[in-house]
């Protein structure tokens, strides 16, 4: 089992920054991806990024990429999404996912946080 606990969010302004935080518990998490999705209100869960603990790749929405940076720090077991240029299209609920790096990570991974919500003002 993988517990996934989200923090971070928040109101900003259109062209501000904020820094997701996921911390998981539970397991070792060598041979998984972690990452976020986003659900914003009427709308279906869609990824974001995601990177694969062991090796660190990573990989981006297009709508993200260039503005939003996924990390991890391997001795805290947590990632991180640094969001800049934020945009009002940008809110939604960011929801932290893990599961094994063979099954990816899609709208039916295994393991989620609770969400954090964020939330861009123009």
Avoid at 81 to 101: G, R, W
Wanted: hydrophobic share 35%; charged share 15%; with cysteine.
């Amino acid at each position: 089992q993988v517990q996934l606990v989200e923090s971070g969010g928040g109101l900003v302004q259109a062209g501000g920054s904020l820094r997701l935080s996921c911390a998981a518990s539970g397991r070792t998490l060598s041979g998984y991806d972690m990452g976020w999705f986003r659900q914003a209100p009427g709308k279906e869960r869609v990824f974001v990024a995601a990177i694969r603990w062991t090796g660190g790749n990573t990989y981006y929405a297009n709508s993200v990429k260039g503005r939003f940076t996924i990390s991890r720090d391997n001795a805290k077991n947590t990632i991180y999404l640094q969001m800049n240029s934020l945009k009002p299209e940008d809110t939604a609920v960011y929801h932290c996912a893990a599961d094994l790096a063979s099954k990816g990570l899609t709208a039916s991974s295994r393991y989620w946080g609770q969400g954090t919500q964020v939330t861009v003002s123009s």
